[in-house]
């Protein structure tokens, strides 16, 4: 991510823990990164429905609540941007919630680095990026596939004039019935068995 410029949302109820992540960004090499610093949790929840940030790192505890509480609310309330929970105190089990929940990454505060936050900010966006690829390539093939009407089944034709019976009863000629009924489009022509029943002269000549 050289030379690009990432805006950080940090949620942490101690200003000391804000200061260190701001200063291990510093040392970041290449890449621009603006971190706005938040302790309050509803004051968290007003920023992220404004969807300024590229990325958010929620603290685990916020005061009587927890970064995991945030994470579901602010998921619940339609947060695109990846979402890295960080912690004073590694546990496993929070570890695992965490991710089950949406977090893209789980950070203990004492074994931060700038080139550790500097993958996990890198690896959570490119994620983030290649995930809204490729639903963006689903909803595209859905609707491709909406689009696409196809024929099946057993089609009642009459074996004289080749009409095909509709689910109505109605009788159709066959080529609007396929055009109805699929994307096809039909050209007129002749072919030459026909051509030698209706036009004998001018084909036999021909030949």
């Known amino acids: 991510m050289k030379g690009k410029h990432i805006r950080i949302l ?3 109820d101690e200003k000391d823990d804000y200061v260190i992540i701001r ?8 890449t621009r990164y603006d971190i706005e610093w938040t302790k309050s949790y509803d004051a968290a929840l007003e920023t992220v429905e404004r969807n300024e940030h590229d990325v958010y790192l929620f603290d685990y505890r916020l005061g009587k609540r927890t ?8 998921i619940a309330r339609g947060c695109r941007p990846p979402i890295i929970l ?3 105190q590694g546990d496993h089990d929070v570890d695992i919630e965490a991710m089950k929940t949406g ?11 700038a080139p550790l936050l500097e993958r996990s900010i890198r690896y959570a966006i490119e994620h983030k990026r290649a995930e809204i690829e490729r639903e963006k390539i689903i909803l595209e093939l859905q609707d491709a596939l909406a689009k696409v009407k196809t024929l099946s ?5 009459c074996a004289s004039c080749k009409k095909i019976r509709d689910d109505k009863g109605y009788w159709n000629q066959i080529e609007a019935y396929i055009a109805e009924h699929s994307d096809a489009e ?5 072919c030459p068995g026909c051509a030698k029943k209706i036009y004998p002269k001018f084909v036999n000549s021909s030949e």
Do not use: C, N, Q, W
Request: aromatic share 6%.
């Open 10 to 12: 940090l949620v942490d």
């Open 23 to 30: 200063d291990l960004l510093t040392e970041i090499e290449g």
């Open 67 to 74: 970064g995991l509480e945030l994470l579901r609310e602010a």
């Open 86 to 88: 960080i912690t004073g």
């Open 103 to 113: 977090a893209f990454d789980y950070m203990v505060k004492g074994e931060i680095s």
């Open 153 to 157: 089944g057993l089609l009642p034709i």
């Open 186 to 190: 039909f050209s007129h022509g002749i």
